[in-house]
């Protein structure tokens, strides 16, 4: 895997709302970033995912194979898996976007390789190059690298995702 760098920029919105749990104790600190990360998108709430690492670099987010996320066979549900992919990416987006400017999913491709069994993860990751695009321009995509396994290791699904950034002002402009 490729070294990740830090790229100095300032906080944004979101990441200094994460600062702000510095002084949670650490046991009960990725309780608290889950709460606070199911109030900007409440849906990942309803699904039960669980925010194990948020940085600039890295965002993992974790899913049990709870039965309300299951299929018909037991395992995690495709638009469950979906889901977790599309929280991933779209959190280390989150992380690294100005916030004069909005995070908009734009393309998204999954391949089912495998079947997959028990919890699922899924790691999203932005490049050095990629996080000073976002600081840099008002506007842009990027296409963010994102791996999804299950309890065994394996990686039943590929993703691709591409994400956007437009101005805020411009989004009260998108029909």
């Known amino acids: 895997m490729a070294e990740l760098r830090t790229v100095k920029h300032p906080p944004n919105r979101l990441e200094r709302q994460l600062e702000?749990?510095?002084d949670v104790p650490s046991f009960a600190r990725i309780w608290y970033q889950g709460v606070v990360l199911?109030?900007?998108?409440?849906?990942?709430?309803?699904?039960?995912l669980d925010f194990l690492q948020m940085s600039r670099q890295r965002v993992e987010v974790g899913l049990k194979n709870d039965k309300k996320v299951q299929n018909h066979i037991g395992g995690i549900h495709a638009s469950a898996m979906n889901l977790l992919a599309e929280t991933a990416t779209g959190m280390v987006v989150g992380m690294n976007v100005r916030d004069d400017c909005t995070p908009?999913?734009?393309?998204?491709?999954?391949?089912?390789k495998k079947r997959a069994t028990g919890a699922m993860?899924?790691?999203?990751?932005l490049t050095a190059?990629?996080?000073?695009l976002m600081?840099?321009?008002d506007k842009g995509e990027v296409n963010v690298q994102v791996t999804v396994t299950d309890e065994a290791g394996i990686e039943p699904v590929e993703c691709e995702?591409?994400?956007a950034w437009v101005p805020s002002d411009l989004r009260k402009q998108v029909p």
């Open 20 to 22: 702000r749990l510095s």
């Open 38 to 48: 199911r109030r900007a998108v409440p849906f990942t709430g309803t699904a039960g």
């Open 104 to 112: 908009l999913a734009k393309e998204l491709k999954m391949a089912f």
């Open 121 to 125: 993860r899924a790691v999203a990751i």
């Open 129 to 132: 190059e990629q996080q000073a």
């Open 135 to 137: 600081q840099s321009s």
């Open 161 to 163: 995702f591409v994400w």
